[in-house]
């Protein structure tokens, strides 16, 4: 049955209200039997920043969790310009194709610093969008990385419910957002492109250590044996780098997102990671990890939330503040008496 198909029957004056109204227990019905306008519904609770539409969320997800966690979970990052919404477009339909069901999200950075956003303004990945087997989610929008972080997780756990099979969580390479992406996801592809040939020397150590996958995008027409050579330098760099998964020696391959080539031999590897990892162990003691540390920073983002909306703290902040940026108090001195006022 289409989704729009009950909807689409009812007369316009009823639909907003009973669209607003909508049980809860229909919500988690439409989820889990892959309704994609439910979904998208229910992953507008969990982003939403009222505390009502907070509540519902979280009701919703107690339901659905012990439905989450049989996908494999993908972070892509790279340079804009790299080819990060190509290679998605590719790589997703050519999995669709196969049966799988794909979902893709995004930890856009800059929505959090500048309020504009980096990889949301243009139109991204309109074929892949319209494919039924897909759902393309842009990223949440508002409050600190913290927080998107926090939305991002939860949308994840709702597309898994909904029986998303591959999720693709993007990001762009400015740092932060990628060490978030990297402790929720699975598997971590670093895509990189050619450039003027220092672009080794300009790449962060710290990335590259988190990659399971460097894949070097555009090798088509001229740029192939660029692409290639540029492989076998990251190829060497790698041997000089901590595995980011232990027990997976990082590989270094190329790829044309735009003609489909070594679209495959990725998904192959990404095929021999699960393997290797699921019998190892390491897939899902990664995965208990990853739980572990979010509980803890939902805890540190709830209780610094707490902290700051404390009437008490919001009155005195601003005069303690100015008396440690002054010199006349340490800053020890004034967490003391802030927890002492935070405390009461
Ligand atoms: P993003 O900013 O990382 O999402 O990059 P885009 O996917 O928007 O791609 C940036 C530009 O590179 C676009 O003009 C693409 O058409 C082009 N591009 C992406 N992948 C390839 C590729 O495999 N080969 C070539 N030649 N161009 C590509």
Known sequence: MPDSFNQGNKPKMFRKKSQAHQPIHELIHGVKSGNRRDLAKAITLIESNSQEHFQRGQELLKELTPHTGNSIRIGITGVPG?????????????????????????????STVTGGSILGDKTRMENLSRNPNAFVRPSPSGGVLGGVHRKTRETMLLCEAAGYDVILVETVGVGQSEVIVRGMVDFFMLLVITGAGDELQGMKKGIMELADLI?????????????????????????????ATKGWETQAVTC?????K??????????????????????SARRKSQTKEWLHSMIADRILNSFFHDPDIKRNFPDIEAEVISGRKTASQAVERLMELYKK
């Open 82 to 110: 790299a080819g990060k919404s190509t290679f998605i477009e590719t790589f997703g339909e050519s999995l669709c194709e196969q049966g799988y069901k794909v979902a893709v999200l995004a930890v856009d950075p800059s």
């Open 262 to 283: 070594g679209i495959g031999d990725i998904w192959e590897a990404i095929a021999d990671f699960q393997t290797a990892t699921k019998e190892s162990g390491v897939f």
């Open 215 to 243: 894949v070097v995008n555009k090798a088509d027409g001229d740029n192939l044996p660029a692409a290639e050579k540029t492989r076998r330098e990251y190829k060497g760099i790698l041997h000089f780098l901590q595995p």
């Open 256 to 260: 044309s997102a735009l003609h489909g």
